[in-house]
């Protein structure tokens, strides 16, 4: 079960790409995050982790799985019986870009969770994806 948002950006993979891996800036770019804090130093990579505090006060830790520099990077975070995947990818598209998050859930509860979130989950890497768009295309401006 997921979720998946995307959008055109006036921006460059590039400047999109510098914002994703900036993890600890999120929360300056989207109102659905209060707090983003790394586990640990250096360029994002496989094995690196951070906490995530979403505005609504829940907490998570996430690690990353997969990293394609400057496309995409998967991470994941453990919630009991549900796994949850976030995918933030950008594209070339044009002299632009495109931006896409997606969401998914695994787990024996998965299907339950992601009928109860699912409108808010939707809300929320909308408002992320839009905070990428705006921050990149007025930083390439």
Do not use: C, Y
Request: net charge negative.
């Amino acid at each position: 079960m997921g979720q998946q948002v995307s959008t055109h950006a006036d921006a460059l993979p590039d400047d999109v790409w510098r914002l994703f891996v900036d993890v600890e800036r999120w929360p300056q770019l989207t109102e659905s995050l209060s707090e983003v804090r790394r586990l640990d130093s250096g360029p994002l990579a496989v094995g690196s982790e951070a906490t995530v505090k979403q505005s609504s006060g829940r907490q998570a830790r996430w690690r990353v799985t997969e990293i394609e520099p400057g496309r995409s990077f998967t991470w994941e975070s453990n919630a009991g019986l549900v796994t949850i995947i976030g995918v933030h990818a950008v594209a070339p598209d044009g002299e632009g870009s495109v931006i896409t998050l997606r969401l998914d859930l695994r787990g024996p509860l998965s299907g339950v969770v992601g009928a109860l979130t699912g409108r808010s989950t939707v809300k929320n890497i909308t408002m992320e994806m839009e905070g990428f768009r705006r921050t990149a295309e007025s930083e390439h401006a």
